[in-house]
């Protein structure tokens, strides 16, 4: 079958069959028996080397615990380096969904960063000079299963009190999907920050299901949802709460829809397992550690 596209693509466009990839738009591709593992080892060594931090101490977080904002004071000398540096960051959190927060925080400053904020760049940076060699695991499996889990950080920045969210997608036992952003508006509860990170995720979740009908690939069940907030778990399938939670009107129409019509399913996870916890705090090292061996982020096998 597949020699088979090749020759009728060849009939079409001129191009050159150069088999097996092992690199692509600087991500390194290693086939490991039943697995992929994407990395962007010289891309890391590149950026380091740019921002002159090659032979920097390394921690084990991108975000310091204890970092809750990133308060303004004196303007950083270079903005240009500044927009250099977080703008490649953004790139290799394609294979890295380990330092998604915390570059989506400093990306929130591009407009005028300040000295704090360079420091917390550099503070990416510096994990990352611990874990250059680490890389994103594809495995394959056989489970067509979609699963979800969505968190926020209720008011979470000092600076205007405004959510972070996050959602994490899963296709059987590999992360497919991730993403880490601030709300739009402040949540006036933690259920309206938690329901709209929901609906954030149950979008993600839709639109993957659609990807997936094109490409024929059969879903055995409706995908679940996975919540730690009991609240925003008991609007989505219990529409009495609705009379008091009209400031989330039409997250709560998308969501309750959804779940009307069987096609997704949003269940509660205790807080401890998870996992797009990561996405939307900073988190102390063992608890880091520990989701992000779930990401599927690790060194490589030989190391």
Known sequence: MLHHLIQLLSTEFKFCDLGAVHYFLGIEVQSTGMSLMLRQHKYILDILTLAGMTSCKPVDTPVSPSNVTLLPNHSFSDPTRFHHIVGALQYL?????????????????MHAPTDSHWAAVKRILRYLKGTTSYGFHITQGSSFALHGFTDADWAGSI??????????????????????????????????????????????????????????V?????????CDNLGATYLSANPIFHARTKYVEVDYHFVRDRVARKEIQICFVPSRDQLADVFTKPLPVASFTAFRFKLRVDPPPSA
Do not use: H, M
């Open 218 to 226: 059969p879903l055995v069940c409706a995908p679940t949802i996975w």
């Open 93 to 109: 959190t394609f294979t890295r969904p380990d330092i998604c927060f915390a570059v989506n925080r400093v990306c929130q400053f």
């Open 159 to 216: 600076d205007d009190r405004k959510s972070t969210g996050g959602y994490l997608v899963f296709f059987g036992q590999t992360p497919i999907s991730w993403k880490s952003g601030k709300q739009r508006t402040v949540a006036r509860s933690s259920t309206e920050a938690e329901y709209k990170a929901l609906a954030d995720g149950t979008a993600e979740v839709i639109w993957l299901q659609y990807l997936l009908t094109d490409l024929q």
